[in-house]
């Protein structure tokens, strides 16, 4: 196996479980050492127990990414325990059921809070670890997107649609201090919390349905997400910024 980010330093938003814990455990097989900021506590500290066995070890620190003074203490807690930081993935989110909402003014509180989650978390989150990633001379930053970007119109559509935009704008305005930013559009993968919505009895039938609609016919999975990660933020992409990148077996993107 390669070890393209030896020496190096990444955090994931979110990264207690599902997509964020396999990009943990990838990164960590080939040399980086991790920071796990995910808002559940336990999630995090288990996590950063099975970086352990793989041998790189981490760090937990437990804080929404909607709390703008908590992400400057995560970034300051990242050089206090590593002293750089080179990579990070903005992967938390509202997703699911919890992200498709009634479109009335009863519902606005919920439409904030996924916005604020998936777009304003990335944008904090981005911040907070600018500085921190300029002085270890650049880094690459993933932002979490969906294929549902370009094809629904609730709240999690718009939240992620936002977030592609998000990704231009700060690959402009992060270029100059070296910081690469891209995003990775997944369609629906295997996940714990995407299975068990699937197996939903109200959703029978759904992920035949997706895989049907693809052009590559077969179910997507975490690894297919971490294979384009570990890319996105090696070397290997150097001249990549400002993409977000659909990973969905051709889903989005296909000629009739
Ligand atoms: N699973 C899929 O099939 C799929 C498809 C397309 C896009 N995505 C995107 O991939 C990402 C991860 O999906 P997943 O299925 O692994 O999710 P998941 O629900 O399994 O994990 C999300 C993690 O984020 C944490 N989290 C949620 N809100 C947070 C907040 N405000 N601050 C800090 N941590 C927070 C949760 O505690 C959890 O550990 C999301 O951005 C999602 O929109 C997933």
Same mark, same amino acid.
């Given at each position: =196996?390669?070890?393209?980010?030896?020496?190096?330093?990444?955090?994931?938003?979110?990264?207690?479980?599902?997509?964020?814990?396999?990009?943990?455990?990838?990164?960590?097989?080939?040399?980086?050492?991790?920071?796990?900021?995910?808002?559940?506590?336990?999630?995090?500290?288990?996590?950063?127990?099975?970086?352990?066995?793989?041998?790189?070890?981490?760090?937990?620190?437990?804080?929404? /990414?909607?709390?703008?003074?908590?992400?400057?203490? =995560?970034?300051?807690?990242?050089?206090?325990?590593?002293?750089?930081?080179?990579? *990070?993935?903005?992967?938390?989110?509202?997703?699911?059921?919890?992200?498709?909402?009634?479109?009335?003014?009863?519902?606005?509180?919920?439409?904030?809070? /996924?916005?604020?989650?998936?777009?304003?978390?990335?944008?904090?989150?981005?911040?907070?670890?600018?500085?921190?990633?300029?002085?270890?001379?650049?880094?690459?930053?993933?932002?979490?997107?969906?294929?549902?970007?370009?094809?629904?119109?609730?709240?999690?559509?718009?939240?992620?649609?936002?977030?592609?935009?998000?990704?231009?704008?700060? !690959?402009?305005?992060?270029?100059?201090?070296?910081?690469? /930013?891209?995003?990775?559009?997944?369609?629906?993968?295997?996940?714990?919390?995407?299975?068990?919505? =699937?197996?939903?009895?109200?959703?029978?039938?759904?992920?035949?349905?997706?895989?049907?609609?693809?052009?590559?016919?077969?179910?997507?999975? =975490?690894?297919?997400? !971490?294979?384009?990660?570990?890319?996105?933020?090696?070397?290997?992409?150097?001249?990549?910024?400002?993409?977000?990148? *659909?990973?969905?077996?051709?889903?989005?993107?296909?000629?009739?």
């Amino acid at each position: =196996m390669s070890r393209r980010f030896e020496g190096k330093v990444a955090v994931i938003t979110g990264g207690g479980a599902g997509i964020g814990r396999r990009y943990a455990h990838r990164l960590a097989e080939e040399g980086a050492r991790l920071v796990i900021a995910d808002f559940d506590p336990e999630a995090g500290a288990r996590v950063v127990a099975e970086l352990e066995q793989i041998g790189n070890g981490g760090l937990s620190v437990p804080m929404d /990414v909607t709390d703008a003074q908590a992400a400057a203490a =995560m970034a300051d807690a990242t050089m206090a325990a590593f002293g750089r930081l080179d990579i *990070l993935v903005n992967n938390a989110a509202v997703h699911l059921d919890h992200a498709q909402l009634p479109f009335t003014i009863e519902a606005i509180p919920e439409w904030r809070r /996924v916005l604020d989650v998936n777009i304003i978390g990335g944008l904090i989150c981005a911040t907070a670890c600018r500085a921190a990633m300029a002085a270890s001379g650049g880094g690459s930053i993933i932002n979490q997107s969906s294929m549902a970007a370009y094809s629904g119109g609730n709240a999690y559509a718009v939240s992620k649609l936002g977030l592609n935009a998000l990704t231009v704008g700060l !690959a402009a305005q992060f270029g100059p201090d070296n910081i690469r /930013v891209n995003g990775i559009a997944p369609g629906l993968v295997d996940s714990e919390a995407a299975v068990e919505w =699937m197996n939903h009895p109200d959703r029978k039938g759904i992920q035949d349905a997706l895989v049907g609609g693809q052009v590559i016919k077969r179910p997507g999975t =975490m690894e297919d997400l !971490a294979n384009m990660a570990l890319f996105l933020c090696s070397d290997e992409a150097s001249f990549i910024t400002g993409q977000t990148i *659909l990973v969905d077996g051709g889903f989005t993107k296909k000629a009739y």
